[in-house]
């Protein structure tokens, strides 16, 4: 009972929501609780259509939502891979899901865009942005942000990264997440649940963004 209160009170104080939503899971988080991507994914679709339904002032034009929700997961064995792709899949029957496992990539579902990248790092995504320019034959001099960020994999910039469990990141969105903010939570990723969640997102819209001005 405590909790359902206290979900109310967080939920009820959250009006600004980050658009893009990155989480950093280890293995062996992944491996305790795999199919806690699905429950968090459903979070963020609730939330949207909760704030949605609320009054907005006259000079909110649109309501605030989550549009996408990135799950970046250290490389995993053959083995655990196995294991946890049914769990992971399963978000596809609430969200539009790209799954992208090495050097494959699958699409499945509709809503919320929610990506699942498996053991690809930052530096990885960098080094093949670069060899693709050189096989595109791009000379150094026609070389700006743009044209670097037009060969990125993940094209989107991540409002907030969270890490759960500890406060060791990894490379993962090296290009893209320089201006996020980050949060880290002390609950491991197996006993997160929607009420860390919301304490996530009430941080988020305390915090000022200046996106390294």
């Known amino acids: 009972m405590f909790y359902w209160l206290y979900e109310r009170m967080l939920l009820s104080q959250i009006q ?10 280890s293995s062996a988080d992944l491996a305790a609780e795999p199919g806690k991507c699905f429950e968090v994914t459903g979070w963020c679709s609730e939330l949207n259509a909760h704030l949605a339904r609320q ?4 000079s909110a034009r649109t309501p605030p939502a989550i549009k996408g929700l990135t799950f970046h997961i250290n490389p995993l064995s053959p083995e655990e891979l196995e294991r946890s792709l049914p769990a992971i899949k399963k978000i596809a029957s609430v969200a539009r899901l790209v799954l992208h496992c090495g050097t494959t ?3 499945s579902g ?4 929610v ?3 498996i053991g690809k790092s930052g530096r990885e995504e960098i080094t093949d942005c670069i060899r693709r320019l050189a096989e595109n034959g791009i000379q150094p001099s026609e070389i700006d942000e743009k044209t670097l960020e037009s060969c990125l994999t993940f094209r989107y910039d991540p409002d907030i990264v969270v890490k759960t469990g500890g406060d060791h990141l990894t490379d993962f969105l090296i290009w893209q997440s320089v201006y996020s ?4 939570s002390d609950v491991n990723w197996k006993y997160f649940r929607r009420v860390d969640f919301l304490r996530v997102l009430r941080d988020y819209q305390s915090r000022i963004r200046r996106f390294g001005k």
Not at 16 to 25: A, E, S, T
Not at 55 to 58: F, G, K, Q, R, T
Not at 110 to 113: A, E, K
Not at 181 to 184: A, T, W
Request: with cysteine; hydrophobic share 55%; aromatic share 10%.
């Open 110 to 113: 509709t809503g919320l865009d």
């Open 115 to 117: 990506v699942v990248a």
């Open 16 to 25: 600004i929501l980050p658009g893009h939503i990155c989480f950093m899971i």
């Open 181 to 184: 903010e980050l949060f880290f």
């Open 105 to 107: 990539e699958e699409i």
């Open 55 to 58: 009054d907005l002032p006259v």
